[in-house]
C-alpha cells in the first residue's frame, strides 16, 4: 500500500533552519504531485508549497505567500523523496507539516503522511 512517511522536525528557534522530508512508497513516485501542508493548533490546514515534475526534467514549484523566500520544495525521484527547506522560520511557522501525493492527472490529493511537528521558539 501507499505509505508517505515524514522526517525531519523538531525545535528550532526563530530564524534559524530545518528541513523536514517525506519519502513514499508504493507508487510511481514521478506520476505524483508532490504538496507540504500545515497544521497550527486551532487552525486549519493550510497548503505551503508543491513540486511537479514532467517528463522533460523540469521541475515546477508553487508556494502560499507565507512561504515565498523563505522555503524551498525540491524532490528527488530516485529517492522517491520530497524535501522543504524552511529558513528564517518564525514562530507562527509552528504546525504539524504533512506532506501529500496527487496524481497528476488528478483533481485532489490522494495520500497523505502522519505529519511531523515543527516548533520554532521565540
Known amino acids: 500500500q501507499v505509505q508517505l512517511v515524514e522526517s525531519g522536525g523538531g525545535l528550532v528557534q526563530a530564524g534559524g533552519s530545518l528541513r523536514v522530508s517525506c519519502t513514499a512508497s508504493g507508487l510511481t513516485f514521478s506520476n505524483y504531485l508532490m504538496g507540504w501542508f500545515r497544521q497550527a493548533p486551532g487552525k486549519e490546514r493550510e497548503f505551503v508549497a508543491s513540486?511537479?515534475?514532467?517528463?522533460?526534467?523540469?521541475?515546477?514549484?508553487s508556494y502560499a505567500d507565507s512561504a515565498k523566500g523563505r522555503f524551498t520544495i525540491s524532490r528527488d525521484n530516485a529517492k522517491s523523496t520530497v524535501y522543504l527547506q524552511m529558513n528564517s522560520l518564525k514562530p507562527e511557522d509552528t504546525a504539524v507539516y504533512y506532506c501529500?501525493?496527487?496524481?497528476?492527472?488528478?483533481?485532489?490529493?490522494?495520500?497523505w503522511g502522519q505529519g511531523t511537528q515543527v516548533t520554532v521558539s521565540s
Open positions: 501529500a501525493a496527487k496524481y497528476v492527472l488528478g483533481s485532489q490529493y490522494d495520500y
Open positions: 513540486i511537479k515534475w514532467t517528463d522533460g526534467g523540469i521541475f515546477f514549484a
